[in-house]
């Protein structure tokens, strides 16, 4: 098959690949703008200039719509939309659940694909919205397995073939599924259905439904997203690890005169300023854009400006592994973000795993970040520190006490660790004077740990007030600890 993924950098379950294609090599992570056949509110051969590498139209539209699809046989899908680059096509599947029907089958609209000179096609999956019964997800998963198993005998060489992940909101479909799919062996996984998850806000749910499928993927196969377009939820999905996703939001939100932003949207007619150094917005006033006659582009390619704008920021962010960081912030953006932002951290054993052993200074950025792989990591080699004889415990690293055998640093949210380790990533994290309960919580856990696992060491416990804890109690019940307050000491 012609199908290649390199991946060429990596932080927290987020990488930089590329995946080579019919008409070129992408740099993931991106998004394909979704182009309409029939009204190109920004035309595909503007794309390039927005920062788009690979467009992504629907197949369906275009078959049934006769002058269309004979251009499309006669000239090639990439004459039609006047772009040279990558391109994908949807197959109808997303009218299938608008409408309930479509009038053609998976074999014709596979082999309809493969005619038009498609780079990425994708069968006629059924999407499965969330919440449906347990009976009618299995039901429909049985129906689309079937016709991608189908799909993938047809397609030998040329197109790359995407095998969409279904399964609803049942977590063990979705990694089941995703299973199937890789001993089917697909060049592209999307995972579909979850256009009403987000919708809805529910980026918990969503956050779910990635790390279930993702579990199932080999890890390096390329992922999308589909239907993703809000540039607000990319580095949460990049770090779940996500590839692709794909925009009809910004022509949709246009059209409803909303300006989007990597925070949030704004109705246009709220805005009193434009916060954006954009080609659109340098040109105009927020009054003026308003006003336009063609506002509705205007705000398209502003839309498409900060949607690219945030993929080199998330991209960036991967380069200099900081994609955590990025994420807390982002999803502090909305209350349903922050959220899925906790139900991230019950997938930290997993992310640890895909987690790059070093790289640079992690920042505290919140409550959240005490649940951070990379504390789990550290949470996990306490048990290999062996401390003999005694031991202060501090919260600065000093010169060697000659009093005592150890000097060992108190952290929050690591806990207690030699002080020669100090500077050693992630311990040289960038935490806040004060902890809050959360990390401190994580420290005394990981203290009282190491205090028990060494139980011929005698530990002297320097505690700072701002170290308070109901864990200190805990701490100090334990025969081998003594605890002294600092302004004591
Ligand atoms: N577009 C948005 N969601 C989906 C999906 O689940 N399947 C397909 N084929 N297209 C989609
Ligand atoms: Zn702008």
Redesign the pocket.
């Known amino acids: 098959m012609s199908s290649q993924f390199d991946i060429i950098h990596k932080d927290a379950a987020g990488r930089i690949g590329k995946l080579t294609t019919p008409h070129g090599v992408i740099e993931t992570p991106t998004v394909m703008p979704v182009i309409n056949p029939n009204i190109q509110t920004v035309k595909a051969s503007e794309m390039r200039s927005f920062g788009a590498q690979v467009l992504i139209t629907n197949s369906y539209i275009i078959y049934r719509k006769d002058e269309l699809r004979e251009k499309a046989l006669k000239d090639g899908l990439h004459a039609l939309l006047d772009f040279d680059g990558p391109i994908m096509t949807?197959?109808g599947?997303?009218q299938l659940?608008v409408y309930g029907d479509v009038e053609v089958t998976n074999e014709e609209i596979i082999e309809f694909q493969q005619k038009i000179g498609t780079d990425i096609g994708?069968p006629?999956?059924i999407?499965t919205p969330p919440d449906v019964t347990r009976e009618r997800a299995e039901e429909e998963l049985k129906i689309t397995i079937e016709r991608l198993k189908a799909a993938r005998e047809l397609v030998k060489d040329g197109m790359l073939l995407a095998g969409?992940v279904?399964g609803s909101t049942y977590n063990d479909l979705r990694e089941e599924c995703a299973r199937t799919l890789s001993e089917m062996k697909f060049d592209v996984y999307?995972f579909?259905?979850?256009?009403p998850l987000m919708e809805s806000y529910r980026y918990s749910d969503l956050v779910d439904v990635i790390a279930s499928a993702k579990k199932g993927l080999d890890p390096t196969a390329p992922v999308h997203l589909?239907?993703a377009g809000h540039p607000m939820m990319f580095a949460l999905a990049v770090a779940l690890g996500c590839d692709l996703f794909?925009s009809a939001a910004y022509a949709l939100y246009a059209k409803d005169r909303r300006y989007i932003t990597a925070r949030g949207t704004y109705h246009v007619d709220n805005l009193r300023y434009l916060p954006c150094s954009c080609p659109i917005c340098m040109s105009h006033t927020a009054e003026e854009l308003k006003k336009a006659h063609n506002c509705t582009e205007l705000l398209a390619k502003h839309n498409l400006y900060v949607t690219f704008e945030e993929v080199r920021e998330v991209k960036q962010a991967i380069w200099g592994g900081n994609l955590l960081e990025l994420v807390e912030q982002r999803c502090r953006s909305h209350p349903r973000m922050l959220e899925a932002l906790k139900t991230l951290s019950n997938y930290s054993e997993w992310l640890e795993q895909c987690d790059p052993a070093s790289k640079s200074t992690l920042f505290y950025c919140g409550p959240e970040s005490a649940k951070r792989p990379e504390v789990l990591r550290f949470s996990k080699h306490v048990e290999n520190f062996t401390i003999q004889g005694s031991a202060l415990i501090r919260a600065y690293p000093t010169k060697r006490d000659n009093e005592y055998e150890n000097v060992l640093i108190f952290k929050a949210p690591f806990g207690t660790y030699p002080q020669e380790l100090a500077e050693v990533y992630p311990l040289n994290a960038e935490v806040v004077k004060t902890p809050d309960s959360e990390s401190l919580e994580v420290a005394y856990l990981n203290t009282i740990k190491l205090v028990e696992l060494n139980p011929d060491a005698q530990f002297t416990f320097l505690m700072q007030g701002r170290f308070e804890h109901p864990l200190v109690e805990k701490l100090e019940a334990l025969p081998n600890v003594g605890i002294v307050l600092a302004h004591n000491y």
Do not use: I
């Open positions: 949807d197959s599947s997303f659940s994708v006629l999956d999407p969409p279904q999307p579909g259905a979850v256009v589909f239907g794909d």
